[in-house]
């Protein structure tokens, strides 16, 4: 309908659309976790302080980080500050915010993306092969296989990847801790590998299964019949036919699962002792490092955001009846 | 002539699971034999049921969901099909045997270009080169009559009309020069105007070929048009298996006289047509302001008598039930029941104005609520409207379901244990049960068999004579007009193009619409569709 009244092209009518909702998702979600951290017991000063926390030291402190200030003001503040590009400075060491956030992220993401390079093509493929292997042997490995996966808790999984390939059949002779300068090198790839394996093995079984499903619902389309009565092989005709009309959901799992994989990654980064993201997030909650929390979730929920609008332009692509409207 | 296609002693099963039995195995074809020189056309014919898609899909040695060739012989120049490897039938297929689907469109890949749908299997099979391909498919877009042939097969599946999409279906059947079509119920779905034509450029297309076919279809005028021979099929046998011209003009056996001599009954319309119960005045309605759908339509149902709505998809013959039901307020114009006008929105009518109005759907199986028994489907009506319950209320469902001609012993059964005319049949019960002086029928024998929905309509009639309910029959089959209705009216992109007594409407003279609605109907006669089209090009000439 957006399309005859503007005259614009529905699939950029769309986009538009879906930005300026993620936009003011984000605002929304920034006053919430203002709100929400602002509710959480305990005090950074007194915390701070540990011992010797006297009223006035405490006032003092409060005073300077200007928490005596109303709520809404201080949450504007921060606001205005968050739309220019500004986190604001760490509450525990001083330092810049964005400095560390952007090292830290930088780290998550390399771990992130490592994994995702292997999950996804994996995961497809394997949704692939189990419908064409539809209720036979591999067809039931994989099903069990993947639901083991999605049983497990990640943390479990984690100890157990540990468990495997520092303890019984060591690989390689990487530090027991990674240092926390930047990682983003290829020359790293092998420190984060027990990392990336653990996440590929948390994130596999959901995409893998939701592909197969997917597939399989396209393949009882009458289209599917009409491709196997033109003497197509049951690949070509999973390639060719049925793949490219699961795309939509497939996008959809496949972005949600990408969030996961920055999001989710805190638990990971916390067994490994990785200095990413999560472990930043994690340190300044237990000290009450208000700035530093912020600005993790409003990160966290940003990638969650443009993923899943990247999920929703990728299934506006890939539907040619939006693509080439008549 | 070479013997083509022989099919020997074909019986073909599946394994049911029915509720509350422990699943068998049935025999849904059962030694089916026949034989096809090339170029010749056979029509399988009978109702659903009858195994005559079975029967089409064995020549491509495919059976679908569960269904098992279990016995005899589909010899393809002399080669047992049956009898050949996974990769020997996939070579068959797209080659040497195609199949043009019902709804062709379902059967499009709804993300690829025509064209490489078209060309896929002829590519696949080595039978010539991409590009020699395209440019058959081309020359057939082109024989089939469809829109500037060079640029069709660029365009999506959705991007064209269903008699469109049927004719590129055909067109991809043809272009790797098989030996045999297997055409499944090819027209079925599509309105009379566009059978027509489709129906012409399958006939010249199998002419110009040289290809033999296997026609399918429940509709024994449009097969008379199109094949040589003619078997009549029911439950799986074989009823009778001859000439067209021998099973049209000397039909040995009694199913297929019934078959022939569907709807020869037509009842007298109504002499009296000036006591109208239900009166649309000047009506507008639109799905938003992009899409308008009525165009001041205006007609009358008498008291007591049926008043037929017809036209094809998309002429607004549904949207004209919405209006009326409240559904879809018009944006102009009223809508007058027995003599005041009603509420334009459903949320604004009261009990009593609900009640008076029912309806019975095409599709009896969406209507109905698979977990709830006969009886309480029956049943509902009767608490909501009359505050019946228990034994009451028993009673009361006993004597509709007598009145469906059913009887007690169907109350406690499901929907799913329902053969197709028992759950219409359940429907109309419904929507008696709320003793209504107007039922909207939408399509409501569109979905059965002929036998059957004859039955249906029948059951409709004396209904009538009995309770003198008035009947607004939505349909788009003109048999069934001329067998039932009292007056007529003729839809056409939103307008009422055509209105009044049926005696009136359907004789001459004409206006274009109608007389192209009418012409283009097919007869149970041979050569019908050579006539109709040749009147139809004096028509176009004489414009």
Known sequence: MASRTSGMNPVVTLLLQRIGIGFVLIIAISFLLFVGVEMLPGDFARNFLGQSATPEAVANIRKELGLDEPLLSRYLGWLGGMLTGDFGHSWANKASVNEQLFKRLANTLFLATTAALFAVPISVGLGMVAVFFRNKLPDHVINILSLAAISMPEFFIGYLIIFAFALLWPIGDGPPIIPSSPLLSLANVQLIFLPALTLVVVVLAAMMRMTRAAILNIMESAYIETAELKGLNMMTIIRKHAAPNAISPIINVVALNLAYLVVGVIVVEVIFAYPGMGQYFVDAVKVRDMPVVQACGVVFAGVYIVLNMLADVGAILANPRLMHPK | ?543
């Not at chain 2, 270009?113 to 099979?125: D, F, G, I, M, Y």
């Not at chain 2, 609900?354 to 095409?362: D, K, V």
């Not at chain 2, 499901?414 to 002086?437: D, F, H, M, N, T």
Request: proline fraction near 6%.
């Open chain 2, 1 to 543: 002539m070479g013997i083509l296609l022989q099919v020997r002693d074909l019986t073909i099963g599946a394994t049911v699971y029915p509720p509350g039995e422990d699943p068998h195995d049935i025999e849904i074809v059962k030694d089916i034999s026949f034989d096809l020189e090339k170029g010749r056309v056979i029509g399988l014919i009978g109702e659903s049921g009858a195994g005559k898609s079975t029967i089409g899909l064995a020549a491509l040695a495919y059976g679908r969901g569960g269904v098992r060739i279990t016995g005899g012989e589909v010899l393809l120049d002399g080669k047992d099909i049956l009898r050949y490897t996974k990769a020997g039938i996939r070579d068959i297929r797209g080659r040497h045997v195609c199949y043009v689907a019902q709804s062709a469109a379902a059967g499009f890949n709804p993300a690829m270009r025509l064209a490489e749908q078209v060309v896929e299997a002829t590519v696949l099979h080595g039978v010539m080169g991409r590009a020699e391909a395209l440019e058959r498919a081309r020359y057939l877009f082109g024989v089939l009559g469809l829109p500037d042939p060079d640029e069709f097969g660029t365009r999506y599946p959705h991007q064209v009309s269903g008699g469109q999409l049927q004719r590129a279906m055909t067109a991809m059947a043809l272009c790797s020069r098989p030996d045999l079509i297997v055409f499944d119920e090819p027209t079925t779905a599509l309105d009379v105007t566009t059978q027509i034509d489709v129906l012409a450029a399958i006939k010249h297309a199998i002419e110009e070929t040289d290809t033999a076919a296997i026609y399918i279809t429940h509709d024994l005028a449009v097969i008379a048009q199109i094949s040589d021979d003619i078997m009549v099929l029911r439950h799986g046998d074989a009823v009778e298996y001859g000439t067209v011209q021998q099973i049209i003009e000397a039909p040995r056996e009694d199913y297929t006289r019934q078959l022939i001599s569907i709807r020869a009954e037509i009842r007298p319309e109504a002499p009296d047509q000036s006591d109208s119960l239900l009166r649309l005045e000047n009506i507008d309605a639109e799905y938003g302001p992009a899409a308008k759908v009525l165009f001041d339509v205006s007609m009358h149902l008498p008291r007591g008598q049926t008043l037929a709505v017809v036209g094809e998809s998309g002429s607004g013959k549904s949207t004209a039930a919405r209006v009326i039901t409240g559904l879809l307020p018009p944006t102009q114009g009223q809508v007058i029941f027995d003599g005041a006008p009603l509420p334009p929105a459903l949320k604004d009518r009261t009990k009593d104005q609900l009640r008076e109005l029912q309806m019975i759907y095409q599709m009896a199986d969406t209507a109905m609520n698979p977990r709830q028994t006969v009886a309480e489907i029956i049943g509902r009506p009767l608490t909501f409207y009359f505050g019946l319950r228990g034994e009451e209320r028993r009673h009361r469902v006993t004597e509709l379901l007598d009145q469906i001609e059913m009887g007690d012993p169907f109350a406690d059964r499901y929907p799913a244990e329902l053969s197709g005319g028992e759950k219409q049949r359940v429907c109309i019960a419904r929507a008696l049960a709320a003793k209504p002086r107007l039922i909207i029928c939408d399509e409501p024998t569109s979905a059965l068999d002929p036998l059957v929905a004859e039955g249906v309509l029948k059951l409709l009639m004396d209904l009538q004579a009995e309770t003198q309910v008035s009947y607004l029959f939505i349909t788009h089959d003109i048999a069934t007009v001329r067998a039932i209705a009292d007056s007529v009216a003729v839809m056409y992109l939103g307008k009422v193009v055509r209105f009044g007594p049926k005696s009136k409407v359907l004789n001459p003279p004409f206006d274009d619409y109608t007389d192209l609605l009418l012409k283009s109907v097919p007869e149970m006669e041979l050569g019908w569709l050579e006539q109709a089209l040749a009147s139809r090009k004096m028509a176009a000439a004489g414009n």
